[in-house]
Nanobody, 127 residues
Framework: QVQLVESGGGWVQAGGSLRLSCAASGRTNSVYTMGWLRQAPGKEREVVAAITRSGSTTYLADSVKGRFTLSRDNARNTVNLQMNSLKSEDTAVYYC????????????????????WGQGTQVTVSS
């Protein structure tokens, strides 16, 4: 099994920044794709950003391009999401997620392709 533990999140005013971190433990050699998904009240869970172990596939949702940056440290089994210029519409529960597959460009943006999930961390952006 793989365990994902998130840290970061919280409350920030619009235009501010937050950093989310996720550490994987357990059978980390089976973790290929890691990323962050979010779910706002009344909305479906969506993939915000993801990256494969080799970096051959990276994904950022159109809504966060130019504002969010994803980084991964394979040696430490961590993935971080730097969120800048936050907007009220970024308010959601953010989940670290992972897959035991190297998801390609056609698959990386679908939440159903991630089999491992963290407990979620709340991000609230106040306007």
């Amino acid at each position: 099994q793989v365990q994902l533990v998130e840290s970061g999140g919280g409350w920030v005013q619009a235009g501010g920044s937050l950093r989310l971190s996720c550490a994987a433990s357990g059978r980390t050699n089976s973790v290929y794709t890691m990323g962050w998904l979010r779910q706002a009240p009344g909305k479906e869970r969506e993939v915000v950003a993801a990256i494969t172990r080799s970096g051959s596939t990276t994904y950022l949702a159109d809504s966060v391009k130019g504002r969010f940056t994803l980084s991964r440290d394979n040696a430490r089994n961590t993935v971080n999401l730097q969120m800048n210029s936050l907007k009220s519409e970024d308010t959601a529960v953010y989940y670290c997620a992972a897959s035991d597959v190297n998801l390609g460009n056609m698959m990386v943006s679908f939440a159903r392709n991630y089999g491992y999930w963290g407990q979620g961390t709340q991000v609230t952006v106040s306007s």
